[in-house]
């Protein structure tokens, strides 16, 4: 009971750490960049959800923002960018492009990120309001806090 | 008025090269034969009519006529302040136009594309690839009898 | 692939990539370097990374769906993308539209323009270091997306600007709204004269770099604010102008160098012409009826005055309950049939209204313009925005061709940057505002 209420407790601690300092890498590619821009300055601010330091890195980023259209031959890049990103990683599909090919249903465009990388939220929309790119934020927000982490002193077994 | 007096110049210096001259919804327009074209571009460079710039160069597929692709080139004078449009038409099993890359840089760029997306060859063009897709993609995708939504993808895709 | 470059290399030179997930923020472009040192022996650029279908797709829709996607071609100033494919149509249907939507069209235009290059500018700034430039721009961009938002619906990809008219005429107090919107640009552009003009880094960065002469412009078929930049004064508002301009005073400002300064420069400068026009606009446009119901009334006056009743005011509502639209429609629609459906009151009341409606949206139906070809450009944020319809008399484009203008400007950017140190890309690169929405299509 003592260790399980230990490990929650470190659970907690680590998700309120994690959420309120993400560094995001804004894979921006096509017009949801514009709403991106707007979210990220003075007007609808996300650093004051933390969120607001660009690292213009995969390395030194935890939030993969897949903003825009992906097409079949920005897959392949997406696919490296991701996988240079360092565990924890989130990725937010932002914009309906990103989440289902959008309105663009056709030989170029990757029906959604997907099909590429694992996505844990979207954010629907064309482009989305700022307001939704926030709450999109708290969402993951909310998840990384309830998530659990995998502590490795405890012998895995799979 | 201008753009009559030019079609019919062009047509009395080129008789056998400009098939047809006309100026629908007022944009002049003529209609040149293939190897009429290195004749036509260096006339119009020059003075008076100085097409010092190529606006535009494309391609439409129609696959019912015997001569398939036709390729539409918009030309402006910028110091006469007209447009031009001139059209040439190729077959499908001898689809190659003369480059005019030697005229105008930007048509090195456009015949890529054109290239790209209809299989336009363009004789002297010296770095013919594709432009938009990647270079293992098969087809040309702008041509009437490619399916809009044939995929090819890069990757291997999850589900 | 850059496969040109990776062939010819020198053996002892670097070959670094850029792109082409751009932290530049400028979409997706990948430029190829091969670097001596710092400096640049040779580039390749590669384009189509985000090739989008936009020609093809428009031949599978009609010409009335097809309008959401020319909004996202040029995403930073949508509703000029809007505007030249309408009237591409409308010079094929030989349509003539009312004087106050084309008025609208040109404010909306405008404003559209004035946000395209403070995101450009803003971008440029930012990638030279200038951040503040950036965050004071967007600030100002908010306030005129507002103007946008509460006449169009929506900020940015509005689909607004309708065959034959717009779609709704400007809100009740755009007035005051475009005004505070001015007043911000005004104050922000100064304050950034002030940070930038005379800033000694900028000017390092800037000036002499990139430097393009007219004819070399000229053959590689620039246009807009670069070909400006190198002096020459060509701008379709006033060499072909279109809708209102004609009977519109603002002047095409020039530079001398066509350097990164002087595109910097113009840009400005046409931001002032821009508020200008828009300032003219608000005073020369045509008065319209608002959105009466009935009676001279507003309409939340009328419900009210429908439901209390009152006998010394008795007020008959439309059948619909939408609000009258015959009003309305003239001022901002072509009275045409053929390309737009009429008014509510004559949808629900008149069997003809019902059958036009309804034959507007049918499979087969709807906007068929004659046989033919058009090429109409206006002027974008980036230059000469023309597309070219083939039509072939069915309610579906038979082929749309877009004349991209900051193609040119991107195929001229290997020549610039020949020879000129890393850094010296990204300010290159971003006073060319290449938006690769309408480049790659």
Known sequence: MQGNFITTRLNAMLGWGRKYSLFHYPYVTACCGMEYMSAACAHFDIDRFGAGWTRFSPRQSDLLLVVGTISQKQAPVLRTVYDQMTEPKWVIAFGACAVSGGIYDNYAVVQGVDQVIPVDIFIPGCPPRPEMVLDGLIKLQDKIQKTKQDWRWKKQRS | ?159 | MPSRIQSQARPDSLLINMGPSHPAMHGAVRIMLELDGERILNSEIEVGYLHRGFEKTCENRTYFNLLIYTDRLNYVSPLINNVGYVMTVEKLLGLNIPERAQYIRVLMSELSRISDHLTCLAAMAMECGAFTVFLYKMKAREFLWDVIEATTGARMTTSYIRIGGVRADLHADYEAAVQKGLAETRKVLKDVHGLLDKNKIFLNRTRDIGVMTPENAVNYGWTGPALRSTGIAYDVRKAHPYLTYDRLNFEIPTGERGDNFDRYMVRMREMDQSLRIVEQCLAKIPKAKTGLMADGLEPAEAIRAARTQKPDRPVKLSPNLEGSEKAVTKDILADDRRVTIPPKEETYTSIEGLISHFKYFMKGHGIRPPKGEAYLSVEGGNGELGYYIVSDGTDRPYRLHLRAPCLPLLAAIEELIKGRMVADVIPTFGSMNIILGELDR
């Open chain 2, 1 to 159: 008025m201008e753009e009559t007096a030019i079609l019919v110049a062009l047509k009395r210096r080129f008789p056998q090269g400009v098939v047809d001259a006309s100026a629908p919804l007022g944009d002049a327009t003529i209609v040149v034969r293939k190897d009429a074209l290195l004749e036509i571009i260096p006339f119009l460079k020059e003075k008076p009519y100085e097409f010092a710039m190529l606006l535009d160069l494309t391609c439409v597929d129609y696959p019912e006529r015997a001569e398939r692709f036709e390729m539409v080139y918009h030309l402006f004078s910028l110091a006469a302040n007209r447009r031009l449009r001139i059209k040439l038409s190729v077959p499908e099993n001898a689809a190659v136009v003369d480059s005019l890359v030697r005229f105008w840089k930007n048509a090195d760029w456009l015949e890529r594309e054109v290239f790209d997306m209809f299989g336009v060859r363009f004789a002297g063009h010296p770095d013919l690839r594709r432009l938009f897709m990647n270079d293992g993609f098969v087809g040309h995708p702008l041509r009437k009898d490619y399916p809009l939504r044939k995929r090819q993808p890069m990757i291997s895709l999850r589900k």
